[in-house]
Nanobody
Framework: QVQLVESGGGLVQAGGSLRLSCAAS????????MAWFRQAPGKKREFLAA????????NYADSVKGRFTISRDNAKNTVYLQMNSLKPEDTAIYYC?????????????????WGQGTQVTVSS
């Protein structure tokens, strides 16, 4: 089992950047595939990006490709989401998730553990 805690959210102006972090504790972090999702009020949870255990496989949603970058540091038990060129429509609660498998797809039901989320608000 792994516990996930997100941080780095906040208020930023459109065009700005934020870097989210997700710290993991518990079972060995390097055995999990990791992902970021977000959920805006009244909307379904949306896949953003995923990364495999050794960072070889990366997967991005079209909506964030070229603006967001996922990375991980297994020595620090942390996964990151660098977000650039932020838009007001990026406003949401951002969640990290861990899959106890090699899955790096967009189906949230395939992820076994979730953090509590961190709020990102982008002002126009």
């Amino acid at each position: 089992q792994v516990q996930l805690v997100e941080s780095g959210g906040g208020l930023v102006q459109a065009g700005g950047s934020l870097r989210l972090s997700c710290a993991a504790s518990g079972r060995t972090f390097s055995t999990y595939a990791m992902a970021w999702f977000r959920q805006a009020p009244g909307k379904k949870r949306e896949f953003l990006a995923a990364i495999s255990q050794t960072s070889i496989n990366l997967n991005y949603a079209d909506s964030v490709k070229g603006r967001f970058t996922i990375s991980r540091d297994n020595a620090k038990n942390t996964v990151y989401l660098q977000m650039n060129s932020l838009k007001p429509e990026d406003t949401a609660i951002y969640y990290c998730a861990a899959a106890d498998s090699y899955y790096t797809g967009s189906d949230p039901s395939r992820y076994d553990y979730w953090g509590q989320g961190t709020q990102v608000t982008v002002s126009s």
